[in-house]
């Protein structure tokens, strides 16, 4: 998966590349800086910054990752929080492109980094959130190939940022209510969301009359399995041209690697797992109606008895098809993430 995030140490973390939340100095702190320096042999993490010496806010340098279970250390310098009123935005861009475009030269594969400024630097979590977000999209668009990882101490810090997760909770909450009212009510709005006429699925075929014994003819049988409904690589390759998309568009979105995405095309009979079906889903921008016909050519449904369920069907039925959004929810909720296998 191209993005992901997890919790974790992350001097702990296999990647080529880990990125220290370093400071100008480039000296040994607390947090990050700390496990970091303390992970790759505090001496000789401390004589190779040395030989650098300094580093501007909003820039990076790169050393080697020593005793750490990576090849590289990027040590990234983001903006100390003044009220954002001293260019502090600006500063945490560039410095989360410098360490992009470090990933990039060192030619690494993965990379894996913290939550720059946000700690003792005091850049508020959720802005903090926007520009990691926003950067390692970026970067993504153009080295869809890179594994992205974002490394948190707690679940929580994610959750400060995660779009309408007050009500998302109520939602969460609401959906395992026995004969709530208000439940029902929401299910009956979803089944009546307008369809656009692009999109007009075939109805399902009445159910066969039962059968005398519980068994199928050996012809009847037969029938059936000559008139199967499409696959879902094909009910998905057949959206993907009705869209006008790309592969390279859908599985961006979808936070796929190309290398699933092939399989995927190249194999009539393949069995998405459901985060990998619903990002797609999302990718093509479906709604909820649309998602679930979707899933069903794979065999499966979204319900209200799985959270992570009932966590899709709520930015579904809101119209946010952006993977990363919904993935930091489903993270909050300890749910597996869109995009997994």
Known sequence: MPFSIVRNDIARVRADVLVNAANERLAAGGGVCGAIFAGAGASKMTAACAQTGHCPTGSAVTTPGFDLPCRWVIHAVGPI???????????????????????????????????ISAGIFGYPVREALDVARAEASAFLNDHPDVEVTLVVFTRDVVAQGVALLGELREYVDDAYVDNSPHLYDRSAELRELCV??????????????????????????????????????????????????????????????RQLFSKIRSKPDYRPSKPTAV???????????????????????????????????????????????????????????????
């Open 81 to 115: 929080w003044r009220g954002g009123t001293h260019g502090e935005r600006e500063l945490l861009r560039s410095c989360y492109r410098s360490v992009f475009a470090e990933v990039a030269r060192l030619g690494a594969t993965s990379v894996a980094f913290p939550l």
């Open 196 to 257: 656009p006429e692009a999109w007009h699925f075939a109805a399902e075929p009445p159910a066969p009359a039962p059968i005398a014994g519980g068994s199928v003819p050996p012809d009847e049988l037969a029938e059936r399995l000559a008139h199967l409904d499409a696959s879902f690589s094909e009910a998905l390759l057949a959206l993907i041209d009705e869209c006008g998309l790309t592969d390279a568009q859908v599985y961006r979105r979808a936070n796929l690697s």
């Open 279 to 341: 990002a797609l889903a999302l990718a093509l921008g479906l709604t909820l109606p649309q998602t679930q016909e979707l899933l069903a050519h794979a065999g499966l449904t979204l319900s209200r008895s799985s959270k992570f369920d009932v966590i899709v069907e709520f930015y579904l039925a809101r119209g946010v098809h952006d993977v990363m959004t919904v993935n930091e929810a489903l993270f909050a909720f300890d749910q597996p993430l869109l995009g997994s296998q």
